[in-house]
């Protein structure tokens, strides 16, 4: 079965950073998309970060001069580091991972990690 774990949560204050990370157990081929998004309360989840097993990124604006995704491909990991954190970045980060359509296209999901930004 496989499972996304993820850690890195906590709280921070405005202005500091936190990184966030997940990896992937279980048998599972590499994922074609890993990354990272995010739900607040009483809001809709929304995409904060992907990136392909090529390297492209894609990132939600609010976050695009402030947060890196990156990936290890053979741990099949992905990461957010998060620098100068305002307190509506304060959300449950949900780690993703898609795997290539060609061998199915599953979606996995993580459990949520919590990131509260106080100001």
């Known amino acids: 079965q496989v499972q996304l774990v993820e850690s890195g949560g906590g709280l921070v204050q405005a202005g500091g950073s936190l990184k966030l990370s997940c990896g992937a157990s279980?048998?599972?081929?590499?994922?074609?998309?890993m990354g990272w998004y995010r739900q607040a309360p009483g809001k809709q989840r929304e995409l904060v970060a992907l990136m392909s097993s090529d390297g492209t990124t894609n990132y939600v604006h609010s976050v695009k001069d402030r947060f890196a995704i990156s990936r290890d491909n053979a741990k099949n990991t992905v990461y957010l580091q998060m620098n100068d954190l305002k307190p509506e970045d304060t959300a449950v980060y949900y780690c993703?991972?898609?795997?290539?359509?060609?061998?199915?296209?599953?979606?996995?999901w993580g459990q949520g990690t919590q990131v509260t930004v106080s100001s």
């Open positions: 993703y991972a898609q795997l290539d359509p060609f061998v199915g296209g599953t979606i996995y």
């Open positions: 279980g048998s599972i081929s590499r994922p074609k998309v």
